[in-house]
């Protein structure tokens, strides 16, 4: 049973325009969230994370928001780059010992068209 | 060398034979991670060590065994593995603190073909 979800396996955008990838998670007691960025024959690469006591987090093009409600989160990139095309995964974790494995979604391949 | 590194990068292996796998990392993290990704699946995470003692085993079978003799060092000794455990294996790693999380950093990952 997948605790985190990411129902579109990809997303094609033009260049210059936003980038959105969404992310669901079905566990509450997930209050730490990343999103990870990954090439080809190279390992994810930490992009950008949100604790649950906020609901926004920025980072240059990248945001991410939190709807704990929903327990939904989302990734903005805007402007969209040909180097922004990629695998991201979603993550989450629980505060608990502090060295927590994270639980991942399956991926979302952006293609950033020019 | 900087970061978290693995070797060797791929590794094309028979059912009876015995192999490991290794990774290290040069952030000064205390806590040090396994995971499995398999084609059109999540990954999925092995093993933890937090300070080199393991403090996760997600029911991982036996034929994957993990050391850890120090906070810079974790590998994963593999020994009659079936065809199915092709996958790529990534290391990661990160600082361990009690009621905070700090990111994991990753590696580039072992692609594992198991014939």
């Known amino acids: 049973d997948q605790q985190v979800k990411q129902n579109s396996p990809s997303l094609s955008v033009q260049e210059g325009r936003i980038s959105i990838l969404n992310c669901d998670y079905t566990?509450?007691?997930?209050?730490?969230f990343l999103w990870y960025k990954k090439y080809p024959a190279e390992g994810p690469t930490f992009l950008i994370s949100i604790s649950s006591i906020k609901d926004k987090n920025e980072d240059g093009r990248f945001t991410v928001f939190l709807n704990k409600s929903a327990k939904h989160l989302s990734l903005h990139i805007v402007p969209s780059q040909p180097g922004d095309s990629a695998v991201y995964f979603c993550a989450a974790s629980a505060v608990q010992g502090g060295a927590d494995g994270l639980t991942f979604g399956k991926g979302t391949h952006l293609i950033i068209q020019p | 060398e900087t970061g978290v590194t693995q070797t060797p990068r791929h590794l094309v292996m028979g059912m009876t034979n015995k192999k490991s796998l290794k990774c290290e990392q040069h952030?000064?993290?205390?806590?040090m991670y396994w995971y499995k990704q398999s084609a059109k699946k999540p990954l999925e995470l092995m093993f933890v060590y937090n300070f080199k003692e393991q403090t996760e085993n997600n029911s991982v079978p036996s034929r994957f065994s993990p050391e850890c003799p120090n906070s810079s060092h974790l590998f994963l000794h593999l020994h009659t593995l079936q065809p199915e455990d092709s996958a790529l294996y990534l290391c990661a790693s990160s600082q361990a603190h009690r009621g905070r999380i700090d990111t994991q950093y990753f590696g580039p990952g072992t692609r594992l073909t198991v014939l």
């Open positions: 566990n509450s007691m997930f209050d730490y």
């Open positions: 952030l000064g993290h205390n806590a």
